[in-house]
């Protein structure tokens, strides 16, 4: 009868560590484990075969779940719903609880240990975040979209009635000056329409109007658009362009802009003056766009930000300068790197592929045979 009853507590107990839903890890005095259920074989890729009776530290190889329970030993005190991240058997992040086993005497004869697996909650919250993140950026798209092309569009109409004006009522030889100033206008309205549309399509794929372009004659051309600027803040520009650079297919225009982001941002960082290096180079199939400044440096704990979208510590900073070049630079299959330190500098580093699409057209060669 009383074999029947323990039996049935046993069967019990099973039936409650097994529908548990939670790996759970029980050590004994020694901090050998004495009990695991199957969701702490799940959770941290182990057979209960295998470390049943050893040492936890030589069973499971994580050093967060070694250093919880080694607190607990310590201090004596119970952990409850510590976030940790394991790498064995993939990366995970758990939530852990861990209570000594005290006897009467008030000495720890051994721990219970519940780990959850909350790497779905996590993945998920970062979703949330993002998606949260783009649908900002979708509405203020739209909204920036309406905002500006509707003034614009009245601007595009009454210059044109103005420039038919001018033709009607100004003599001829008088003409050309008003005539060219109103060309440049409607230039301008012409590319900031097209900025806005590119700002819209920010989320769309990319579609690239590539060309052959030499870099060096980009960086030129931005440095002529930069230049006011920088000569008023005293930002001395040093040039260390690698002569014969080969060329790379790119959209040029989107490259200028993701190249001229990059220097604001320096010039911005350098308000009591400064150097600004420019310095081009080829390195295996790369060509390598370094922008370096002597300005204030960005502070290690902002480093990991600056790409995110809306990031800003400027003022009057949209924070939207480097997630647009790093999208460039993606869409034509490079990458950007940036180092800096505080009251030092910052060196940004654009790299672009030789040859756009390679990587592709390598991966069918692979395929045909
Ligand atoms: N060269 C640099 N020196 C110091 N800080 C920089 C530099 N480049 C970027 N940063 C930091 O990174 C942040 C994000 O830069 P980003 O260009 O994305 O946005 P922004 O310049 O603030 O605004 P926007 O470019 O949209 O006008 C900046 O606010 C600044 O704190
Ligand atoms: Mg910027």
Do not use: C
Not at 83 to 95: D, F, M, N, R, V
Not at 177 to 198: F, G, Q, T
Not at 324 to 329: F, G, L, N, S
Request: proline letters at 3%.
């Amino acid at each position: 009868m009383i074999e029947k009853v323990l039996l049935e507590r046993k069967d019990l107990l099973s039936a409650i560590l097994y529908s548990l839903g939670e790996g759970m890890v029980v050590t004994d005095r020694e901090d050998k484990v004495a009990l695991l259920n199957n969701h702490a074989e799940e959770v941290f890729g182990i057979k209960r075969e295998e470390i049943l009776g050893r040492k936890l530290t030589e069973s499971i190889n994580e050093l967060a779940v070694i250093n919880l329970f080694r607190q607990v030993r310590s201090e004596g005190k119970e952990i409850v719903n510590r976030e940790i991240g394991i790498t064995y058997p993939q990366s995970k992040t758990l939530s852990a609880t861990i209570t000594p086993l005290r006897s009467r005497e008030g000495n720890i004869e051994g721990m219970v240990a519940l780990f959850k697996d909350i790497s779905a909650v996590k993945r998920m919250e970062k979703e949330v975040e993002e998606v949260a993140r783009l649908t900002t950026l979708g509405s203020l798209s739209s909204w920036m979209a309406h905002e500006i092309r509707n003034p614009l569009n009245s601007i595009a109409i009454s210059l044109e009635l103005l420039q038919e004006e001018v033709e009607g009522l100004v003599k001829e030889e008088l003409r050309e000056e008003p005539l060219r100033l109103m060309k440049v206008i409607s230039d301008e309205i012409h590319r900031l329409n097209e900025s806005v549309h590119d700002f819209l399509s920010f989320d769309k794929p990319p579609s690239l109007n590539v060309e052959t372009t030499d870099i060096n004659q980009i960086l030129n051309g931005t440095l002529s658009l930069i230049q006011p600027e920088a000569v008023k803040r005293g930002v001395k520009i040093r040039k260390g362009y690698r002569k014969k650079l080969p060329t790379v297919q790119v959209d040029a225009k989107k490259i200028r802009q993701a190249i001229l982001n990059v220097i604001i941002n320096s010039i911005q960082a350098m308000p009591q003056g400064g150097e600004l290096h420019l310095i081009t180079r080829s390195r295996e199939n790369w060509v390598e766009i370094e922008i370096r400044d002597s300005g204030v440096g960005i502070p290690e704990k902002a480093q990991e930000k600056i790409f995110d979208f809306f990031f800003t510590t400027r003022e009057e900073g949209a924070g939207l300068g480097l997630s647009i070049t790093r999208k460039i630079v993606n869409e034509h299959g490079g990458d950007i790197q940036v180092e800096s330190k505080e009251n030092s500098g910052t060196r940004v580093i654009l790299r672009l592929p030789l040859y756009l699409g390679r990587h592709k057209s390598v991966a069918l060669d692979d395929y045909t045979n």
